[in-house]
């Protein structure tokens, strides 16, 4: 007999993603005067590490294949843990807080900008990334 946690956690699975998706790798965003930066390292499983100053967080995200029809990808992100310290902002980030961003590659692919909405007008960034370095 199959345990119904079993089933649940099964269908609950997600399927990895493509390995050339423009996302998995590891990205840095300087912030503010570039006296902080924080490290994204987007897993090709789903999941992600950050840190920034003294915070580590980490959580788990939703990413489709493909752009939208105005090229962005929409990134739905839930930390699942964190340490309870200070990021580059100031702020101490909360487990279960969710986001919802859109993100915009460049065409080389070694830059993205974040932006709250389908629209260059409320984005920060640019990430760019970081090559020899483990994910």
């Excluded at 590891?26 to 999941?47: I, Q, S």
């Excluded at 590490?49 to 929409?74: C, H, M």
């Excluded at 460049?106 to 974040?114: A, D």
Aim: net charge negative; hydrophobic share 40%.
């Amino acid at each position: 007999m199959v345990s119904l946690a079993l089933v649940f956690h099964a269908a609950q699975a997600k399927p990895p993603l493509a390995a050339n998706h423009p996302i998995v790798g590891v990205w840095r965003l300087a912030v503010g005067d570039g006296r902080c930066a924080e490290t994204y390292r987007f897993r090709g499983d789903g999941t992600s590490l950050v840190t920034s100053a003294r915070e580590v967080s980490e959580s788990e995200f939703d990413i489709p294949s493909i752009p939208s029809e105005k090229g962005f990808y929409k990134l739905e992100d839930t930390i699942t843990k964190d340490n309870g310290k200070q990021a580059c902002s100031g702020e101490v980030m909360m487990v279960g807080t969710r986001a919802t961003n859109f993100l915009r590659f460049h065409p080389s692919g070694e830059i993205f900008l974040m932006c709250a909405t389908e629209s260059m007008e409320t984005c920060v960034g640019p990430f760019e990334r970081v090559r020899g370095e483990g994910i």
